[in-house]
């Protein structure tokens, strides 16, 4: 309590410090202005989910049978494939990966800003199928197509395989111009920084005030969340733990430091399959609910100022393919009638945790994954 009373006290004097020159916190650091909150992007809009195919808002009916199968299985979300997208493709090879597991069910929103109409399919065992309804080829379904300037939104799941054709000029599918899977975000070192899994984890801090989080916990999902929520699994591949902030919108991240007020929002520990890796403080993998324009920041869990990789959500967007030469490594077909039957990717997600709405504070959860509970402090 008395050191509570001291950091406010302190913090206090640093407000009331006006009279010119910088102002400092209690570490001495500048005291860097809020983050850049641009509005909710119109894929969030609530029309939007009234015009374009849309999950659930609480979550997938399957999603809690999903979690107890990743955590009964040993393997935690290790088998969940990473996302991954292939523009032009000169060479059209599968993104389908038969040993991979499904994973959590997420959003999926993909945006024509070619010149051409395309379709959106589905792919299953090499097979081509309406990505909202299992029993109609993408080529029967309106709601697959995509005129220049459109968007949509799938309902989809980690590991899903999609391909986009565009349409020729008598209606029939084309090329393939763009193949996209669902699954995690990974968290690389694209600067090589060197990073040194030994050394132990340091208490989040405040960018504004410059105090350390010792005692923290992540926030429930909110239960109104704004239409077409994607949420967003992270995979820790770097090597040693790591912070993750959330910056709102910002476009510009500093490779040291911080220049907003970044908000901690979770941690991500080296052990592929701990008892809960949903949860557990030393999980590589963690899950958020978020919004297209939003930003995540890695940082060295050992040293936070250290800037590690970002991630900012964005739509996956079609692009022109001019004079495209395709090798088709893989053959795809249309589906046809009386096909197997395939589980359809519709729902949401239930239990994620997601960055503040607008104009509402998500309630603090309790027995959330916080150093202390974790028993120790390295990842």
Request: proline share 9%.
């Amino acid at each position: 309590m008395a050191a509570n009373l001291a950091t406010a006290a302190a913090i206090g004097a640093l407000v009331s410090n006006g009279g010119g020159g910088e102002m400092n916190n209690i570490n001495n650091n500048p005291v860097v202005p809020e983050c850049p909150a641009p509005p909710l992007a119109a894929y969030h809009h609530e029309d939007a989910c009234l015009r374009k195919p849309s999950r659930e808002r609480k979550g997938h009916h399957d999603r809690s049978m999903i979690y107890r199968a990743l955590t009964e299985s040993g393997t935690g979300a290790t088998l969940v494939p990473n996302t991954q997208t292939v523009t032009c493709p000169l060479e059209v090879r599968s993104l389908e990966i038969p040993s991979a597991t499904r994973g959590f069910d997420t959003t999926w929103i993909v945006e024509n800003t070619s010149s051409v109409p395309v379709v959106v399919s589905w792919i299953v065992n090499g097979v081509e199928y309406s990505p909202f309804d299992p029993d109609k080829s993408a080529m029967d379904d309106p709601r697959a197509m995509l005129r220049p300037g459109d968007w949509t939104s799938v309902p989809t799941f980690e590991s899903f395989v999609y391909h986009v054709r565009e349409l020729e000029k008598d209606g029939s599918a084309g090329k393939i111009v763009l193949q996209h899977r669902a699954g995690l975000v990974p968290l690389g070192n694209p600067h090589d920084y060197p990073c040194d899994a030994s050394l132990p984890d340091v208490p989040p801090m405040d960018p504004d005030t410059g105090v350390t989080l010792p005692s923290f916990q992540r926030q429930r999902t909110h239960p109104v969340r704004p239409c077409n929520t994607i949420d967003v699994g992270f995979r820790n591949q770097v090597g040693c733990p790591l912070h993750v902030y959330w910056a709102r919108g910002l476009s510009e991240v500093p490779e040291n430091g911080f220049n907003c007020g970044e908000k901690f929002r979770f941690h991500l520990g080296t052990k592929p399959a701990p008892q809960d890796f949903f949860e557990d403080w030393n999980s590589m993998t963690k899950f958020e609910g978020s919004y297209i324009g939003h930003t995540f920041v890695a940082r060295l869990a050992s040293d936070p100022k250290v800037v590690i990789d970002t991630h900012t959500l964005q739509p996956t967007r079609i692009v022109d393919c001019p004079n495209l030469k395709q090798k088709v490594a893989v053959n795809t077909k249309v589906a046809e009638k009386e096909k197997e039957t395939i589980v359809e990717p519709r729902g949401t997600m239930t239990q994620l945790t997601e960055p503040d709405l607008p104009d509402a504070t998500a309630a603090i959860a309790g027995g959330a994954a916080t150093m202390a509970a974790a028993g120790g402090n390295s990842g």
